[in-house]
């Protein structure tokens, strides 16, 4: 009895798999080729690029300041050194001098730590702003694909650039036909 209601609903789904997946169409898009190139998705890429150059210039100046201050405090701990292993020194002097050089250290330390952090915002900014940038043109882009996909009569429209496409027929490839909806 058990065998035969098994058999009997395998005899029923099966054909009915057919049918769903028989009547689907699928499509693939590259939004890779989309992005470079529709001009709104460029300008937003270069308003990314002139602003990460900005905080480039901005990291590259403290890290020249902070070089500088660095060769500094090595010239200034070889210079005590010597006037430590001359004699020339005062305890006061000496005293004075390792304050001055474990002050310096400390500040070296701080701004090293402020770069660092400095870095890692800079990093959350640049993703967080490409985000909001890129918003309105991934909306439009997902609009027109499935505009194009429904006129097409495509139930399924997979993204090539987001590795999950590993074959696709040239004929199935409906990228430049979002390409030019997007251009009108």
């Known amino acids: 009895m058990r065998k035969t209601l098994i ?5 029923l789904i099966v054909p009915a798999l057919n ?11 590259d939004s890779e080729v989309i992005i470079k190139q529709l001009p709104e998705a460029q300008e937003v890429q270069k308003k990314l690029e002139d602003l990460q150059k900005q905080y480039l210039d901005t990291v590259n100046t403290k890290q020249s300041d902070l070089k500088t201050k660095a060769d500094d405090f090595k010239t200034q ?3 005590a050194q010597k006037q430590l292993e001359a004699g020339t020194l005062t305890q006061d002097q000496v005293k004075e001098l390792e304050s001055k050089l474990g002050e310096m250290q400390v500040e070296i330390q701080k701004q090293e730590q402020d770069l660092y952090d400095y870095k890692q915002q800079i990093q959350q900014t640049l993703v967080s702003t ?12 997902i609009k027109v694909i499935g505009e194009v996909a429904k006129e097409l009569k ?10 999950t496409l590993l074959y696709g027929d040239k004929e199935m490839d409906i990228t430049f036909k979002v390409l030019d909806r997007l251009n009108k």
């Open 154 to 163: 495509y139930n399924l429209v997979l993204d090539k650039a987001g590795e």
């Open 19 to 29: 049918l769903v997946y028989g009547q689907n169409k699928i499509a693939y898009v």
């Open 7 to 11: 058999l009997v609903l395998i005899l």
């Open 130 to 141: 490409q985000g909001d940038l890129f918003k309105p043109v991934k909306e439009k882009i």
């Open 77 to 79: 701990y070889a210079d």
